[in-house]
């Protein structure tokens, strides 16, 4: 698999702050990968993500994406290989109707209107909010305004997407459809690479990948089973646990018999049906 | 309060006046509104009146509408006409006491004030309740178009434009959020005098302020990763159909003025 996205000793510093927001990260996402970027707040994980779409201008370090070096003449061709959903739905919707919203994209990049028209029912079609075209924000609850942005991402077709706590303004239900969109593209033919930055551990277990990153450094990364199964990393890190591991610890405390090993919320349900039988 | 006001809102609709092209449609309101000055005799007035009447029956919404986007500026309306009434000198003088007079040129004028004002706010209330504001936007924008040849930003400025208004519902939501919120903590937004009342209004404005500005900071970001670069090289998705119907709106609005000035000639 080809590296989608190469980071080489990536420093941003924050106007008239000391610490830096990112201190000489490196890392490489492939082709097709889902990787979760999770880390504490102010761990500098959207400031990464902004910085390899040239949103902020780092200090020192090399950004490679899709082949294309990231400098000042060529951050409008990186950006077109990049979509990203931001966190508030409110303050990212610029169009003033839902089909306007994802067209906005096309017209930047000066798509004919007869191709536009296409492209916009065909993303709206996809992310189940055909019905709702010519509505306006006010009348979208957060979960519906947070597809159509990915309608908007997804009738550019990136290459890469990125979700910066795209859900985390979201209820279980508008967090979950989002989630499926997402799925069901990951399922498509041609596979988008995918970057979500979360908090939501349901949401990170789902990736291929973790990174994770506090104050500015990539911590560690690995399979998500990895990541949760290491306690100390979860601990210095200042993540949660997920929901399978701390109830093994209960049981551990109770003294019954418990996984020895990080198992997710199914593979912990299989292994109390399991283990009640052999009891 | 902010919910009862009529006058700027849109009521949804599928009537002729729905359909027109906004471009025409906020051309010949501001027309009609300009030949509301043709009026000067009671013919005049009374056809004027029968087409208000006409336009409003064509927009197929309630006639309560209109009375209550009138409502608000009933006070005005009165004020500027009592004004009228008691201040003009001329004619013959039926009373007078210091400087207040009743003159019959006094009566006409505050008739005619009256009534005109009438006649420019139900106009405008039908442009406005038939128009969605996206659409009025769209028609500005056509209307700015000539401005390019002095290098006006007409671009930049109907996008400025569609932003500022797809964000005052959004806007309104958060003032009441935050109006609430302050009430919870005490403040007082209905009470005392006036100077109580300005010093109530800062802990609404200061945060709604802030707010803006984060939500503007974020929706650059947004739209800069969306490849924004400026008015230039865009296409446009909404464009603006010029149909039969527009024509024939055109066509009737300069009879109706032709109508008008024949008829203030008459007497």
Do not use: C
């Amino acid at each position: 698999m080809a590296a989608m996205i190469e980071v080489k000793n990536l420093t941003y510093h924050y106007p008239e702050v000391a610490q830096p927001a990112l201190d000489h990260i490196s890392l490489t996402v492939e082709q097709g990968e889902w990787v979760a970027i999770v880390g504490h707040n102010g761990s500098g994980k959207s400031t990464l993500v902004r910085a390899i779409d040239g949103l902020v201008d780092f200090s020192e370090g090399e950004v490679t994406v899709a082949g294309i070096k990231l400098t000042p003449d060529s951050v409008w061709d990186v950006r077109k290989q990049i979509g990203m959903v931001f966190q508030n739905p409110d303050n990212q919707f610029v169009g003033a109707t839902v089909a306007d919203d994802v067209a906005f994209g096309l017209e930047n990049a000066g798509i004919p209107r007869d191709k536009m028209i296409q492209k916009v029912d065909a993303a709206l079609k996809q992310v189940d909010m055909a019905a709702f075209s010519d509505r306006e924000p006010s009348r979208l609850s957060g979960g519906q305004k947070q597809r159509v942005a990915l309608a908007g991402i997804i009738a550019m077709n990136p290459s890469i997407i990125v979700l910066d706590e795209a859900t985390s303004m979201l209820d279980p239900h508008g967090r979950q459809t989002v989630m499926d969109v997402i799925t069901k593209l990951r399922q498509s033919e041609k596979a988008p690479t995918i970057i979500s930055i979360t908090h939501d551990l349901d949401e990170a277990a789902r990736a291929q990948r973790l990174i994770v990153v506090n104050d500015g450094q990539q911590l560690a990364t690995g399979k998500p089973a990895e990541i949760f199964a290491n306690e100390a990393l979860l601990a210095s890190s200042g993540l949660a646990q997920p929901f399978s591991t701390r109830l093994a610890r209960s049981l551990a405390q109770q003294g019954s018999v418990h996984p020895d090993h990080y198992l997710s919320d199914t593979e912990m349900e299989d292994w109390l049906w399991q283990s009640h039988l052999t009891m | 309060m902010l919910e009862q006001l009529t006058l700027g809102r849109y009521v949804p609709g599928q009537s002729i006046l729905h359909r027109l092209d906004s471009r025409a449609k906020l051309l010949l309101s501001l027309y009609l509104i300009v030949i509301v000055f043709l009026t000067s005799n009671w013919l005049t007035y009374v056809f004027m009146f029968i087409l208000v009447g006409g336009l409003i029956a064509m927009t197929g919404l309630k006639v309560g509408y209109f009375i209550r986007g009138i409502g608000p500026l009933i006070w005005l309306i009165v004020f500027t006409a009592v004004l009228q009434l008691l201040f003009t000198p001329g004619g013959h003088v039926y009373w007078h006491w210091g400087v207040l007079m009743l003159t019959s040129t006094g009566i006409a004028t505050a008739v005619s004030v009256f009534l005109r004002f009438l006649l420019i706010i139900t106009m405008a209330t039908i442009l406005t309740l038939t128009t969605a504001p996206l659409a009025i936007a769209d028609g500005v924008e056509a209307m700015l178009k000539p401005l390019r040849i002095v290098h006006f930003p007409v671009a930049q400025t109907a996008l400025m434009l569609s932003v500022a208004l797809r964000f005052v519902p959004t806007l309104l939501d958060e003032a009441t959020t935050i109006m609430n919120a302050q009430r919870a903590r005490g403040v007082e937004f209905n009470n005392g005098g006036l100077i109580k009342r300005l010093r109530a209004i800062v802990p609404l404005l200061i945060p709604l302020f802030v707010g803006a500005i984060s939500r503007a900071d974020e929706l650059a970001t947004a739209m800069e990763a969306r490849g924004y670069q400026g008015g230039d090289g865009r296409t446009k998705y909404r464009v603006l159909h010029w149909r039969s119907a527009d024509t024939m709106a055109v066509i009737s609005v300069l009879i109706i003025n032709i109508v008008l000035v024949v008829f203030r000639h008459l007497n």
